[in-house]
């Protein structure tokens, strides 16, 4: 079992920045895939970032290109979400996602596609 915690949101001014957090606990023989994930209020969830976990794989929404950086340190098993020029249509719950996989060089944008997901955080962007 794979145990996800995200931190790091909260409410913020339009063109700030904010730096997530994802802490994932147990053990696991894999070398898992993060994703970051965001849902906003009446909408579904949707993409945001992919990294593989040798970090040589990357992949972001249109949205958040040039705008958003995900980052891993697999010593402190986390992944962060580094998030510039915060936008009020950033504004959502964000989720942290597990891919286990052997492939560590793969990352993957696609929501079916993860194992584990955490609880998330929250992000309010005000205009």
């Known amino acids: 079992q794979v145990q996800l915690v995200e931190s790091g949101g909260g409410l913020v001014q339009a063109g700030d920045s904010l730096t997530l957090t994802c802490e994932a606990s147990g053990r696991t023989p894999h070398k898992p895939a993060m994703g970051w994930f965001r849902q906003a209020p009446g909408k579904e969830r949707v993409f945001v970032a992919t990294?593989?976990?040798?970090?040589?794989?990357?992949d972001y929404a249109d949205s958040v290109k040039d705008r958003f950086t995900i980052y891993r340190d697999n010593v402190k098993n986390a992944v962060y979400l580094q998030m510039n020029n915060l936008k009020p249509e950033d504004t959502a719950v964000y989720y942290c996602?597990?891919?286990?996989?052997?492939?560590?060089?793969?990352?993957?944008?696609?929501?079916?596609?993860?194992?584990?997901w955490g609880q998330g955080t929250q992000v309010i962007v005000s205009s």
């Open positions: 990294i593989s976990y040798n970090s040589d794989s990357f």
């Open positions: 996602a597990s891919k286990l996989t052997f492939y560590s060089s793969t990352s993957y944008s696609r929501e079916y596609e993860y194992d584990y």
